[in-house]
């Protein structure tokens, strides 16, 4: 009896997640969510469509044994590492840090000719939010200037905050870092060049939900000082194109050595 993955009995399946892959991938592209991120619903939906392929008409079982061992044991290790990222990403993913800590650090994403992009705005509105319930904490912007930048992300994001009525005097300004570990290296050597004591700060990651575990374990591998996450909001239809994103951002920066669990 034919068992596995490619079956006919679950060819329906590899065809629904073919299409619907395809379709988020036109909707990713429209609206230019993240630099060639659609790319990888496309990848999904070859990859789909390759199960859909071979669950037809016996074409599975045709292919050496060793093939198909080697594919279910490659498909298994991409699972499981992709289940254990997508639980640490939840895990964070409402954090709403702590009352007067001393710094918040808004990392830095795209800045657009009209301004912060969508997802930066929600950055530094919670921010905003933070700073006016909280007087004493001073707030830093990260993030460098890119090709497609007319201002840097660190710059731009100070000057929204300011329209949103943050005092300039309570923003510091971090302008050359490309990368979220850049971000927080810099920001946290501004911070601790004007402190004594670096165990005796708290300081706060402010980033969008499925950004913060990164965010804050980037963080407490760079630091003695206290750190907590708080969440921005995240428009639902993105949050599957910006999790699985996330996902290679955490494989990455966890093989470089930059996540400290």
Not at 78 to 89: E, N
Not at 118 to 130: D, F, N
Not at 131 to 154: A, K, L, W
Not at 218 to 245: E, F, S, W
Request: hydrophobic letters at 45%; proline letters at 3%; a neutral charge.
């Amino acid at each position: 009896m034919k068992k596995g993955l490619f079956t006919p009995r679950i060819r329906v399946l590899w065809f629904i997640l073919a299409v619907l892959c395809l379709l988020y991938s036109a909707m990713v592209y429209m609206v230019g969510s993240g630099t060639f991120s659609f790319v990888i619903w496309l990848v999904g939906a070859a990859f789909f469509g390759a199960c859909f392929f071979f669950a037809g008409k016996g074409r599975w079982m045709k292919v050496p044994s060793g093939l198909r061992i080697a594919t279910y044991s490659v498909l298994g290790v991409a699972t499981f590492i992709f289940l254990v990222c997508q639980i640490a990403i939840l895990s964070h993913f409402f954090d709403k840090g702590e009352k007067n800590l001393d710094y918040v650090i808004v990392l830095g994403a795209q800045m657009r000719d009209s301004g912060p992009s969508v997802i930066y705005r929600y950055r530094l509105q919670k921010a905003s939010e933070y700073m006016q319930e909280n007087p004493e904490t001073i707030c830093i912007t990260t993030g460098g200037q890119g090709s497609n930048e007319s201002v840097s992300e660190g710059e731009g994001g100070a000057e929204y905050l300011i329209s949103l009525g943050v005092p300039d005097s309570r923003i510091m300004v971090e302008h050359e870092s490309m990368t979220t570990p850049e971000n927080l290296i810099n920001a946290l050597d501004m911070i601790e060049q004007g402190s004594d004591s670096a165990e005796d700060l708290r300081i706060g990651v402010i980033t969008n939900g499925f950004h913060v575990f990164r965010g804050v374990h980037i963080a407490k591998g760079l630091t003695d000082a206290h750190i907590c996450g708080i969440a921005a909001y995240m428009q639902p239809q993105y949050i599957p194109n910006n999790m699985v994103r996330e996902t290679f951002g955490i494989i990455r920066d966890f093989l470089a050595g930059g996540i400290k669990l």
